[in-house]
């Protein structure tokens, strides 16, 4: 059962990414426009009352917005993780298995999470002995 949810899992997240790429796409946006375009040169367009009309052109709006602020979250995500790279790279104590932890999937990222949590457990730990230490 473990399997079938992994794989199913997997499918999901190459799913994820594709649908990511694609709505942030430039291309993707010139489709969503010329169909917002389309549609609102539709004779059936022009038989609408003023309320249909707006609450179309605030559709339409809507729509067009998906793909925008798609595109600003992956240039900004991207840029971040360029960032964080580096900062990984740069720290010569850091581990390196972080660098571009953004490609994992969800289950490799809760188990690294599992890892961290414990170190931070070791080093609250650590911390307390040396306080103890440094009153005695």
């Known amino acids: 059962m473990k399997k079938i ?20 796409n430039s291309i993707t946006f010139i489709v969503a426009f010329g169909t917002v375009l389309y549609w609102f040169s539709n004779p059936q367009f022009a038989h609408h009352d ?7 052109l605030i559709l339409g709006l809507t729509f067009l917005s998906l793909f925008v602020i ?14 964080i790279n580096e900062l990984i790279a740069s720290n010569a104590d850091a581990s390196n298995k972080l660098i571009s932890v953004e490609e994992k999937t969800e289950h490799e990222i809760a188990e690294l999470s599992k890892e961290y949590a414990e170190l ?4 609250h730990k650590e911390a307390e002995e040396k306080k103890e230490d440094n009153t005695v």
């Open 120 to 123: 931070v457990e070791i080093a």
């Open 5 to 24: 949810y992994r794989l199913i899992e997997h499918g999901f997240e190459k799913l994820t990414s594709i649908a990511i790429l694609t709505l942030g």
């Open 70 to 83: 798609q595109k600003s979250f992956n240039r900004f995500s991207a840029a971040l993780h360029l960032k």
């Open 50 to 56: 003023i309320h249909d009309k707006i609450g179309d």
